[in-house]
């Protein structure tokens, strides 16, 4: 079992000094290249390119000149000069490139204020919830500690559509140059226990009194708020990846490495175990007996817990194109179905609304509780409500969670060098075509490109385990042939 976490008043780690962040980088050119605001922000290695401080305080003038200079009216009628929220999460990058948006954002006549350590939905909330007209997050989630990234807010706390993510991305590549001179950034102490309260509240009085349980926020930006919260509702936190240090962010830990955690509730014969990412918007839980429960497990659970308490709005939920079509079916029994949307929580915002549906997320356990949480995906949050479940049937995680079932799944990730349209890669669309005639109703092959990273995937699923893996491989191999790195 790993150390609590730091006391709330004192730094998760010590930043890197400005000059390592400050070195020349080449500027990409502004025709020709591709879209730098993938499917969650910017991402890249920390101090590298458009992640270099130079570039990222060009963004945070370019964030202000866009939100704020274009849209007056975005000013609060409380404040005479229009505010932006920051925040990051267990880097060691994160407080040196969170100070050079403060220095664009302030040469847009914006004033920087700091919540310090935190996770993407607590800086959404508090974004939302204070007198901020716009929200800036340096984090990159789930990927290593040298990687880094940047998620934009609007004063509403949701992330920003296509076409301003374009024009902001217009306006940084038209005026790259750096941002110089020092300026003040006001770290509010005050905004971590607004969040934790925040999460209290939306408990809507569940007790965890008597409730011992695992959580691991992966070193990253729950590693005070998670234990906080559960521990102000009365339960027994035992905590892993609790302790950042600026380099062990999601290394061995969190919602992508549960390992260590099903030990520890295996160890304690703890109620569950809670696994986090980087950045707390993703949770996976860990049942009494050490399984990994993961996002369509997690829906397939809600949904049956929201039918047997009132209902679920609309009869459906909204989940990507990931999800195992063991969802489907799960749901299916339970007299639901899936209207299903393109990879990445904004996809699946824009699902619910559209659709006027209350509940929807991801296969990695980023789930949404629509117009409950303001859109607003929160690992904690997950959480409280699952236990909320155990608690209200009496049954173990193990029980709940065995009403999904999934189908076989392989996942392969292709290094490429380039991300062409499939359709200019016939052959590769003929493999695909081959595969799913041999797999029939009973799978589905699926090929997308990361959205943050250099890489094709290919998933097969099906009912036979060790003939996906073999049609996966096969694919992975063509692409590998056709545009491999």
């Given at each position: 079992?790993?150390?609590?976490?730091?006391?709330?008043?004192?730094?998760?780690?010590?930043?890197?000094?400005?000059?390592?962040?400050?070195?020349?980088?080449?500027?990409?050119?502004?025709?020709?290249?591709?879209?730098?605001?993938?499917?969650?922000?910017?991402?890249?290695?920390?101090?590298?390119?458009?992640?270099?401080?130079?570039?990222?305080?060009?963004?945070?003038?370019?964030?202000?000149?866009?939100?704020?200079?274009?849209?007056?009216?975005?000013?609060?009628?409380?404040?005479?000069?229009?505010?932006?929220?920051?925040?990051?999460?267990?880097?060691?990058?994160?407080?040196?490139?969170?100070?050079?948006?403060?220095?664009?954002?302030?040469?847009?006549?914006?004033?920087?204020?700091?919540?310090?350590?935190?996770?993407?939905?607590?800086?959404?909330?508090?974004?939302?919830?204070?007198?901020?007209?716009?929200?800036?997050?340096?984090?990159?989630?789930?990927?290593?500690?040298?990687?880094?990234?940047?998620?934009?807010?609007?004063?509403?706390?949701?992330?920003?559509?296509?076409?301003?993510?374009?024009?902001?991305?217009?306006?940084?590549?038209?005026?790259?140059?750096?941002?110089?001179?020092?300026?003040?950034?006001?770290?509010?102490?005050?905004?971590?226990?607004?969040?934790?309260?925040?999460?209290?509240?939306?408990?809507?009085?569940?007790?965890?009194?008597?409730?011992?349980?695992?959580?691991?926020?992966?070193?990253?930006?729950?590693?005070?708020?998670?234990?906080?919260?559960?521990?102000?509702?009365?339960?027994?936190?035992?905590?892993?990846?609790?302790?950042?240090?600026?380099?062990?962010?999601?290394?061995?830990?969190?919602?992508?490495?549960?390992?260590?955690?099903?030990e520890l509730v295996r160890a304690r014969g703890l109620m569950l175990g809670v696994a986090l990412d980087g950045d707390g918007d993703r949770c996976v839980l860990v049942d009494e007996h050490g399984a990994v429960v993961d996002g369509d497990a997690l829906l397939t659970l809600l949904a049956a817990w929201r039918v047997a308490n009132g209902g679920l709005p609309g009869g459906r939920i909204v989940a990507t194109v990931m999800s195992n079509r063991g969802l489907h079916r799960a749901l299916a029994d339970l007299?639901?179905?899936?209207?299903?949307?393109?990879?990445?929580?904004?996809?699946?915002?824009?699902?619910?609304?559209?659709?006027?549906?209350?509940?929807?997320?991801?296969?990695?356990?980023?789930?949404?509780?629509?117009?409950?949480?303001?859109?607003?995906?929160?690992?904690?949050?997950?959480?409280?409500?699952?236990?909320?479940?155990?608690?209200?049937?009496?049954?173990?995680?193990?029980?709940?969670?065995?009403?999904?079932?999934?189908?076989?799944?392989?996942?392969?990730?292709?290094?490429?060098?380039?991300?062409?349209?499939?359709?200019?890669?016939?052959?590769?669309?003929?493999?695909?075509?081959?595969?799913?005639?041999?797999?029939?109703?009973?799978?589905?092959?699926?090929?997308?490109?990361?959205?943050?990273?250099?890489?094709?995937?290919?998933?097969?699923?099906?009912?036979?385990?060790?003939?996906?893996?073999?049609?996966?491989?096969?694919?992975?191999?063509?692409?590998?042939?056709?545009?491999?790195?």
């Amino acid at each position: 079992m790993g150390s609590g976490p730091p006391p709330m008043d004192s730094p998760p780690f010590a930043p890197v000094p400005p000059p390592a962040l400050e070195r020349p980088s080449p500027l990409q050119p502004a025709t020709g290249s591709k879209r730098l605001f993938g499917t969650d922000g910017v991402r890249g290695r920390a101090g590298e390119g458009w992640l270099s401080a130079e570039r990222v305080s060009a963004l945070g003038r370019a964030v202000g000149r866009v939100l704020i200079g274009a849209n007056p009216s975005a000013d609060s009628p409380r404040s005479s000069k229009p505010r932006a929220l920051l925040g990051h999460d267990g880097r060691r990058s994160g407080p040196t490139l969170e100070a050079a948006l403060a220095r664009g954002l302030a040469a847009a006549g914006i004033t920087p204020v700091s919540a310090g350590l935190t996770t993407t939905p607590g800086l959404a909330h508090l974004t939302r919830a204070g007198d901020f007209a716009v929200g800036v997050m340096v984090s990159a989630s789930h990927n290593p500690a040298d990687d880094n990234g940047i998620k934009i807010f609007g004063s509403s706390g949701e992330k920003l559509d296509d076409g301003i993510e374009d024009a902001i991305e217009a306006a940084w590549r038209a005026a790259p140059d750096a941002v110089h001179g020092a300026t003040p950034l006001q770290h509010d102490a005050s905004l971590e226990a607004l969040y934790v309260q925040h999460l209290v509240a939306a408990a809507g009085g569940l007790s965890l009194r008597g409730v011992e349980l695992g959580l691991d926020a992966a070193n990253g930006g729950a590693s005070r708020v998670g234990p906080a919260v559960l521990e102000a509702l009365g339960a027994r936190v035992h905590t892993l990846g609790c302790a950042p240090d600026g380099d062990n962010i999601n290394s061995g830990c969190g919602s992508t490495h549960p390992e260590a955690l099903a030990e520890l509730v295996r160890a304690r014969g703890l109620m569950l175990g809670v696994a986090l990412d980087g950045d707390g918007d993703r949770c996976v839980l860990v049942d009494e007996h050490g399984a990994v429960v993961d996002g369509d497990a997690l829906l397939t659970l809600l949904a049956a817990w929201r039918v047997a308490n009132g209902g679920l709005p609309g009869g459906r939920i909204v989940a990507t194109v990931m999800s195992n079509r063991g969802l489907h079916r799960a749901l299916a029994d339970l007299g639901l179905s899936v209207v299903t949307v393109d990879v990445g929580d904004r996809r699946v915002v824009e699902g619910l609304r559209r659709e006027a549906l209350v509940l929807g997320g991801e296969q990695s356990g980023h789930i949404v509780f629509g117009p409950d949480n303001h859109f607003i995906g929160d690992g904690v949050l997950t959480a409280l409500r699952v236990i909320e479940a155990l608690i209200g049937t009496g049954r173990p995680l193990s029980e709940l969670a065995a009403r999904f079932c999934a189908f076989p799944q392989v996942l392969v990730n292709v290094p490429v060098r380039v991300k062409p349209p499939w359709s200019e890669l016939p052959a590769v669309l003929a493999m695909v075509a081959e595969v799913e005639r041999e797999l029939g109703l009973d799978g589905r092959v699926l090929l997308r490109y990361s959205g943050t990273e250099s890489l094709a995937r290919v998933m097969v699923e099906g009912p036979h385990s060790g003939a996906i893996e073999a049609h996966a491989r096969r694919i992975a191999d063509g692409i590998q042939i056709a545009i491999g790195a």
